[in-house]
């Protein structure tokens, strides 16, 4: 389930259909969400998870139960399948992180090229660790490997 926290405004709720209308019109500029955009979740959400058997809906039995003291920071884009398996890793291992979402246009994804040189996500920072990764297998395995009691699932 999404859940948002609007740091802005201090609005906090549940349920993707009332998020996108609230974003629509807190930051909006007078739009409103595209005919179709929250049918769309249909394909864009749950096809892809029932495809992977629902990688990402459940806590990974092996998970650490102490989360690390500093929030992981993830840059991606919505539809990048490889940063969607990220995302469905930090889900698994209940990894609390900062998501930068660098879509095309985004304003976010200066900050990306500046860290990195590039513009491929996804690529994942660790302050714990001090750790900075940009291919998804091994953000997956270094995802396992430092925050669960056992090897990876992958």
């Avoid at 495809?51 to 809906?57: S, T, V």
């Avoid at 139960?65 to 291992?93: M, T």
Wanted: charged residues 20%.
């Amino acid at each position: 389930f999404p859940f948002l926290i609007d740091p802005n405004t201090g609005v906090s709720m549940y349920e993707s259909g009332d998020i996108v209308n609230y974003l629509f019109q807190q930051y909006g500029k007078g739009r409103s969400p595209s005919t179709g955009l929250l049918e769309s979740t249909l394909i864009t959400g749950w096809m892809p998870t029932i495809f992977r058997a629902g990688r990402g809906m459940t806590l990974w039995e092996k998970a650490r139960p102490d989360p690390p003291s500093k929030k992981l920071e993830l840059f991606s884009y919505e539809n990048n399948p490889y940063a969607r398996i990220v995302r469905e890793a930090l889900c698994e291992l209940e990894l609390p992180y900062i998501l930068q979402n660098v879509g095309d246009g985004s304003s976010r994804t200066k900050l990306l090229v500046n860290i990195t040189g590039s513009k491929e996500v996804p690529y994942l920072i660790d302050p714990n660790t001090s750790t900075q990764i940009g291919d998804y297998k091994k953000i997956l395995s270094y995802l396992f490997q430092s925050y669960s009691a056992s090897p990876s699932p992958v």
